[in-house]
């Protein structure tokens, strides 16, 4: 009876196993670095966030605005740079870029803010000039802070405090002042005079809105009707 030969191969099943569950293994393993990747990223930008955050909280509440008008400033200064560059005068250039609707909104926007209601008394003029010459004066911080240390609880003075006649202005003080009041007096140098009025001249007019229409009558039409104003005055007129 013939003997049976008895297969000797290994089996290799188990390899491809094991390779299978070494490469679940490595991707699982790339999978949590991404992931711990990721999660480092995301706590360093909450992190700068939350500083920024931080940042703008500081921050005074009308930092935008002056955020806008410093780059605008900025930007003006260029443009004035470019202009006097060129030999062009920067104002001209300026009114070129502005157009008529916006200039027309402006102009009311201005009349609105600051509206001229003409003279109605001497008090209600000089308190007019009060309140445009206060809108020009800039406060020295620095000099307010000086004071309000060296007077102490004087600075806000109440019935009890006696600081009458002890402050003392500076030179920059008065110097200002003085210079203020020369372009008063040099403005209110240019200001119309008033003509006085002349006694022995005709009164041909009702009030004084008539008679300066009768100036400008009489300098476009006066030659052309002096024959009839003569012929009315001597009662020739026919």
Request: hydrophobic share 25%.
């Amino acid at each position: 009876m013939a003997a049976v030969a008895e297969d000797t191969t290994p089996v290799c099943d188990e390899e491809p196993t094991e390779s299978l569950q070494s490469q679940k293994r490595e991707d699982r393993l790339r999978k949590f670095r991404d992931l711990h990747f990721k999660r480092n990223e995301a706590r360093k930008l909450n992190h700068q966030e939350v500083v920024e955050e931080d940042k703008r909280l500081k921050l005074p509440s009308n930092w935008e605005a002056k955020k806008a008008r410093l780059e605008w400033q900025l930007a003006e200064d260029e443009k004035k740079k470019e202009c006097a560059a060129r030999g062009e005068d920067y104002h001209r250039v300026k009114l070129l870029e502005i157009s008529a609707d916006d200039a027309e909104r402006w102009e009311r926007k201005k009349k609105k803010k600051n509206p001229d209601p003409g003279f109605s008394g001497y008090a209600e003029a000089q308190l007019r000039q009060y309140q445009r010459l206060t809108k020009q004066i800039k406060p020295d911080m620095e000099d307010y802070g000086r004071q309000k240390e060296e007077c102490g609880e004087d600075f806000f003075p109440t019935s009890n405090s006696l600081i009458h006649g002890t402050h003392v202005p500076t030179k920059e003080g008065i110097d200002r002042m003085v210079e203020d009041v020369e372009k008063q007096i040099d403005k209110r140098a240019k200001y119309s005079r008033r003509r006085a009025y002349n006694d022995d001249a005709d009164i041909d007019y009702i009030n004084e809105r008539n008679a300066k229409f009768n100036k400008k009558a009489e300098r476009f039409y006066g030659k052309y009707t002096a024959e009839i104003k003569q012929n009315l005055e001597r009662g020739t007129a026919v």
